[in-house]
Nanobody, 128 residues
Framework: QVHLVESGGGSVQAGDSLRLSCVAS????????MGWFRQVPGKGREGVAA???????GYGDSVKGRFTISRDDAKNTVYLDMKILGPDDTAMYYC??????????????????????WGQGTQVTVSS
C-alpha cells in the first residue's frame, strides 16, 4: 500500500524560503513519478511540480523560477524547495505519486488526474 507523509510546512514571512519533504513507503519509490500540489479552501488542487524517474522536472507557471522539485530515491523522499514565497503561496501542500509520468512539452506534468496516491498534506502560510 502506497503511503506518503509530508513535512516541513509552517508559517513564514513574504520573501522567505521553505523546504517541504515527502517520505514514501509501501512501494518502490524509485519507479514512481512524484508530484507536489497545493490547495486553498474553496478551490481545486493546483499542480505545482512533478519529477520523473530520471529526475526531469516540470513546474506550474505560478512557481517557475522559484520552486525546485528533487528526489532522493535512496531515502524514498521527494523535496520541494520554495523560494521568494508570497501570500499567494499560502495553501495546503500535498505530495502525490503515480506509476507513470505524463508529459507536456517534454516535461512531467503535475495534473491531479494522473496521480492516484496522495499524502495528507502540510500547511504553508505566508504572511506579508
Amino acid at each position: 500500500q502506497v503511503h506518503l507523509v509530508e513535512s516541513g510546512g509552517g508559517s513564514v514571512q513574504a520573501g522567505d524560503s521553505l523546504r517541504l519533504s515527502c517520505v514514501a513507503s509501501g512501494y518502490s519509490h524509485s519507479t514512481y513519478c512524484m508530484g507536489w500540489f497545493r490547495q486553498v479552501p474553496g478551490k481545486g488542487r493546483e499542480g505545482v511540480a512533478a519529477i520523473s524517474l530520471n529526475g526531469r522536472a516540470g513546474y506550474g507557471d505560478s512557481v517557475k523560477g522559484r520552486f525546485t522539485i528533487s528526489r532522493d530515491d535512496a531515502k524514498n523522499t521527494v523535496y520541494l524547495d520554495m523560494k521568494i514565497l508570497g501570500p499567494d503561496d499560502t495553501a495546503m501542500y500535498y505530495c502525490a505519486a503515480a506509476q507513470v509520468c505524463h508529459y507536456k512539452n517534454d516535461a512531467p506534468r503535475a495534473s491531479e488526474s494522473y496521480f492516484p496516491y496522495w499524502g495528507q498534506g502540510t500547511q504553508v502560510t505566508v504572511s506579508s
